[in-house]
């Protein structure tokens, strides 16, 4: 599975931006699909995560201003990101966990909010 982000930018705190992940290789794999984040000097968090069960689960600092949608015809996971506060700088990746066990990750979109 490949994973290509793109979308990321500067941006001033309360605008918004839309990152997009489009997948290949053996989608037919791909069991769920997610945003994670990493800010200098910290781990990588969860943003959203699309479950197998369908569910979206969003991390408590990004609900209500953070959607994330998933196009299973064009293979492609979008986060619409709205009200953006400088905490949400980081590098964003795209993630994709598939059938057999395995971790997929993108290249990595860096997002930077100014104040």
């Known amino acids: 599975v490949q994973l290509v982000e793109s979308g990321g930018g500067l941006v001033q705190a309360g605008g918004s931006l839309r990152l997009s992940c489009a997948a290949s290789?053996?989608?037919?794999?791909?069991?769920?699909m997610g945003w994670y984040r990493q800010a200098p000097g910290k781990q990588r968090d969860l943003v959203a995560v699309?479950?197998?069960?369908?569910?979206?689960i969003y991390a408590d600092s990004v609900k209500g201003r953070f959607t994330f949608s998933k196009d299973n015809a064009k293979n492609t996971a979008t986060l619409q990101m709205n009200s953006l506060k400088p905490a949400d700088t980081a590098v964003y990746y795209c993630?994709?966990?598939?059938?057999?066990?395995?971790?997929?990750w993108g290249q990595g979109t860096q997002v930077t909010v100014s104040s």
């Open positions: 993630n994709a966990f598939t059938s057999m066990g395995v971790s997929y």
């Open positions: 290789g053996s989608i037919f794999s791909i069991k769920t």
């Open positions: 699309n479950t197998s069960g369908g569910n979206i």
